[in-house]
């Protein structure tokens, strides 16, 4: 009974000892990744900052998309109206010359 105790105490033991080792490595990449992460900080501050940075740019040149846009479509509405007129324009021109024309061709042919 007595060896029986024991053996069980040891295994307590031998539980205790591996889960402070456990603890000690555990401990030890916790340090690790803390100074890790104090190396990066700047990084992320630097970071942090060009995003911001970016972004103001980002929204300046949305805003200013934004306003070449409506230019744009202005000019396209006018290059539309004026492409209506030259049509009818053209439209008028090729009417008027389908009536000349045979009166034209006549011509030529009482001249030869």
């Given at each position: 009974m007595l060896k029986k105790k024991r053996h069980s105490i040891d295994t307590v033991i031998t539980k205790y000892e591996k889960g402070i080792d456990q603890l000690a490595n555990a401990k030890t990449e916790v340090n690790i990744l803390q100074e890790k992460l104090v190396i990066l900080m700047p990084q992320l501050q630097t970071s942090k900052k060009?995003?911001?940075?970016?972004?103001?740019?980002?929204?300046?040149?949305?805003?200013?998309?934004?306003?070449?846009?409506?230019?744009?479509?202005?000019?396209?509405?006018?290059?539309?109206?004026?492409?209506?007129?030259?049509?009818?324009?053209?439209?008028?021109?090729?009417?008027?010359?389908?009536?000349?024309?045979?009166?034209?061709?006549?011509?030529i042919r009482a001249v030869q």
């Open positions: 060009e995003t911001a940075a970016k972004i103001v740019m980002v929204d300046a040149q949305k805003k200013e998309v934004a306003e070449k846009t409506k230019e744009v479509e202005a000019e396209e509405a006018v290059a539309k109206e004026k492409k209506g007129v030259a049509d009818a324009i053209q439209k008028d021109c090729e009417f008027e010359l389908s009536r000349v024309m045979p009166i034209y061709n006549a011509a």
